[in-house]
């Protein structure tokens, strides 16, 4: 075997010399094919120049290839301390441009840490990646401080982040990666990929941050008239908005949204219009 760019052991050596057998809890799929890390790598664009924010460098494949496309700093964030001997390795083999913090993910605010727009890049642990996607995506202000999100998913979430209205995977977790951002899967990967393999199919998804919204509205209101309406998904919108306002039938009618749709055939710019309605109702 051809040895790696940057001069350090394989990664099932590394795995194999700091004993890092995978925990199921902690959501431990390692990718260990250098080829497809640099893959996922520059699916986030050319990184020269660029800090990078990863979370769960694990062994550190991911991190590697990061490293190896040429980031000029990657902050990564690792909740087992087993790995960090490994990662040290890869610091040190990369002149310190990779720094690591012990910890939850949850815990840690990027934008306290980063000092340039950064990018995000990671193998997400799945019990955690919707709930860290759904951080990212609702920040205190917009544009965000983070350049783009490149991230695997399970196949089913990353299908879900992508679709559209009409589509039985359309619903909240769309509309709120849609509505301020351009959401794409960038490939597919299969669960054979990974050691060990997970149950499911994974895909790597790249969402870009628009510089405002496609349509207004108020980032709350939209999440309460969204959340009604997929709350319910199979009831007309005059009964599932109950649930944002007793007076759904007449919110439909403000809006100009037809109150016998059912949220599945809601578009973006319809749910926009239903909060706005809201907002208005509210303030009037
Ligand atoms: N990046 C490595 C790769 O691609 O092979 C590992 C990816 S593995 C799917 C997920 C990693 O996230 C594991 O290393 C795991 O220990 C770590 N992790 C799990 N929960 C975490 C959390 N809450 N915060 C930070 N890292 C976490």
């Known amino acids: 075997m051809s040895g790696s760019p940057d001069g350090l052991p394989p990664l099932r050596e590394v795995i194999a010399t700091h004993g890092l057998a995978a925990k199921k809890s902690l959501g431990q799929n390692f990718l260990l094919d250098l080829n497809l ?119 089913e979430v990353a299908e879900r982040i992508v679709a559209g209205p009409g589509s039985k995977t359309w619903g909240r977790l769309s509309v709120l990666a849609q509505w301020r951002c351009d959401a794409r899967i960038a490939f597919d990967l299969p669960a054979r990929a990974f050691t060990p393999p997970p149950k499911v199919d994974s895909a790597v998804v790249v969402l870009t941050p628009l510089p405002e919204p496609r349509f207004p509205a108020e980032p ?45 055939d809601v578009s973006l710019e319809q749910f926009c219009a239903l909060a706005r309605a809201l907002g208005e109702a509210s303030a009037g």
């Not at 390795?89 to 012990?102: F, K, P, Y």
Request: charged share 20%; proline share 6%; with cysteine.
């Open 37 to 155: 890390t640099r893959r996922i790598a520059r699916a986030a664009g050319p990184l020269e120049g660029v800090e990078v924010f990863e979370v769960g460098p694990g062994p550190g494949g991911l991190t590697r290839a990061l490293l190896i496309e040429g980031a000029a700093r990657v902050v990564a964030v690792e909740r087992d301390a087993r790995c960090l001997p490994a990662l040290a390795e890869v610091s040190a083999a990369h002149g310190g441009r990779l720094e690591v913090i012990e910890g939850d993910a949850l815990q840690v605010q990027a934008a306290e840490i980063m000092t340039a727009p950064w990018r995000v890049v990671a193998n997400l642990p799945y019990y955690v990646g919707t709930e860290l996607l759904v951080r990212w995506l609702t920040p205190g202000s917009w544009p965000p401080g983070w350049e783009s999100l490149t991230l695997m998913f399970q196949k």
């Open 220 to 264: 709350r209101l939209l999440d309460r008239v969204v959340g009604a309406a997929f709350g319910q998904r199979r009831k007309m919108l005059r009964q599932s908005l109950k649930t944002a306002t007793p007076a759904a039938a007449a919110l439909c009618e403000a809006a100009g949204v037809t109150e016998t749709l059912r949220a599945d």
